[in-house]
């Protein structure tokens, strides 16, 4: 069963009043889900008054009254989950148990900001006279504009909806048009668990447009973007020219370094499994492989079993283990990454090529003797390709990994606490795992440095950029 697909503005599920719609499509078979309308200018206007509204009674609800009420929607996402996933699968194209996998976690991330809401302390600073209390008290900034992008419909909302919404603000959230109806299916657990009319609103519309309307408008005081850096940038320049904060959460190009003291076949297996994971289509996924020379054959050799043991098909089928992209827009763009790397001299050990051509399937692909002009050594490829890269050398090799303006995810595998220690501070990343796939969970903090962005999504920090600081001296 697929969603209903409208909007939320007020507390009130709402057709849309935009001239323009568009289909969603299934990406595994090619035919439509279902229709999305758009939001005109009068509905966005409608939902900033909302959450205008929402967010003067939303801030005076204590944190504690705040957090039974966001702890209600995480149990509803729970109770929900199987529904919730199929409709993501439907519309988005990863295996079920992806998507499963992904609206449990939504719930942890509900239920981590809902306590952590609690926690937003402010402090006391002693001061110079008798009878003076400098305090420093954290407040919501207002009402938020969130962006968020199709590879994880329900994770990128959920991460915007749940901090902004623990920290008291209101949010107006535009969720991605292409993979529409799992969020809609999370906002209506929040609806359902009492959370106030206007507290939290979901549009869809032409992103552009909702964005130039809603980031420079005086009622919204904070942007979040997930997304590209290309588009990144732009609104965050627009948000800088109208003085609202702003989290960006941007592309990586995640270098992994296999040094030659690791059972290099066990790092292959599981990275292997970690790089196909929603067809790649992760901003964390690791990308460029880093090898050592000693351990680089049998660890290409590995990988590439595994790229040729994924069984590819429609996301709802059991035994599929990696499903279609998101969009056509990404078949062309991978195919175009891996002819490009072909021409100037690379090798594909596995995949390299569309498949069939219903649903937008591709090959687990993993490329070997990538030269350094090939676009995929410097752009983001965001799907289902590795690149496999030699060294010697630690530091020649380090230099490489940092090369790129990109700076999110980074990966490390050694048995040496030296060797560790060395790459945790030279890696140029916001997050950097060693031994382990140890990122993005609720409690730990997930940003990039670089053009991948500022601010974070997790843990503390995730809920602080919803928040200012106001200080307050009294005397007597
Ligand atoms: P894109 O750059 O057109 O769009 C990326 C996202 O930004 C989409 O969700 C889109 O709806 C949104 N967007 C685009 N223009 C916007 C605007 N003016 N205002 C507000 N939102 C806007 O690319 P795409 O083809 O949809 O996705 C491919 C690229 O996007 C990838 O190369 C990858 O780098 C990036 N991406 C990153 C993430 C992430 O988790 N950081 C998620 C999805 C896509």
């Known amino acids: 069963m ?39 200018k009068g509905d966005l206007d409608k939902a900033i008054a909302a959450a205008e509204k929402g967010f003067q009674v939303w801030r005076k609800t204590s944190a504690y009254d705040r957090s039974k009420i966001l702890r209600k929607a995480a149990d509803l996402v729970r109770e929900r989950a199987d529904a919730i996933a199929n409709v993501l699968t439907l519309e988005q194209g990863k295996v079920l148990a992806e998507a499963k996998a992904e609206v449990l976690s939504g719930a942890d991330v509900i239920d981590w900001f809902a306590e952590e809401g609690k926690r937003a302390y402010g402090r006391i600073i002693p001061a110079r006279a008798d009878g003076v209390r400098n305090m420093v008290i954290l407040e919501p900034v207002g009402v938020v504009a969130g962006f968020a992008p199709w590879n994880f419909p329900v994770t990128q909302a959920v991460r915007k909806i749940a901090a902004s919404l623990a920290a008291g603000c209101s949010i107006i959230l535009k969720c991605p048009e292409e993979t ?41 005081r904070k942007i979040s973007f997930t997304g590209s850096v290309p588009v990144g940038k732009h609104l965050n320049a627009l948000a800088a020219s109208h003085m609202k904060r702003a989290t960006m959460e941007l592309g990586g190009h995640a270098p992994v370094l296999v040094f030659d003291d690791v059972d290099s076949e066990h790092v292959a297996k599981m990275m292997g499994a970690m790089k196909y994971r929603n067809a790649g289509q992760v901003c964390i996924s690791p990308t460029r492989f880093f090898v050592h020379d000693k351990v680089y054959d049998s660890f290409v050799s590995k990988f590439t079993d595994i790229a040729k043991g994924t069984r590819v098909g429609d996301g709802l089928d059991p035994t599929s283990r990696m499903g279609p992209l998101a969009n056509p827009r990404r078949v062309d763009a991978i195919q175009a990454f891996v002819t490009d790397a072909q021409e100037k001299g690379a090798k594909v050990q596995a995949g390299g090529k569309r498949i069939g051509n219903q649903g937008n399937f591709f090959e687990p692909t993993v490329l070997t003797d990538v030269p350094k002009s090939a676009r995929i050594m410097t752009e983001e490829p965001f799907g289902p390709v590795a690149v496999m890269l030699r060294f010697n050398d630690t530091d020649e090799m380090l230099g490489r990994a940092n090369s790129l303006p990109f700076g999110l995810a980074s990966y490390a595998f ?56 106001k200080f307050v001296s009294q005397l007597g």
Request: charged share 15%; glycine share 14%; with cysteine.
């Open 180 to 220: 529409p109806g799992s969020p809609i299916g999370l906002v209506r657990c929040f609806h359902d668990a009492g959370v106030p009319a206007g507290v939290l609103n979901l549009v869809y519309g032409v992103p552009a447009e909702i964005s130039e309307y809603l980031i420079p408008h005086p009622s919204i």
């Open 414 to 469: 050694t048995k040496n606490s030296k060797t560790a220690a060395k790459v945790a501070d030279a890696l140029e990343s916001g997050m950097v795992t060693i031994n382990h796939f140890g990122l993005a969970l609720p409690e730990t903090p997930f940003g990039g440095v670089k053009d991948s962005g500022f601010g974070h999504e997790g843990g503390a920090e995730g809920l602080t950029v919803y928040m200012q600081s």
């Open 2 to 40: 697929y969603e209903t697909l409208n909007h939320y503005i007020d507390g009130k599920w709402v057709e849309p009043t935009g001239a323009k719609s568009q289909d969603v499509m299934n990406p595994a078979k090619d035919t439509a889900l279902g229709k999305l309308g758009h939001a005109s």
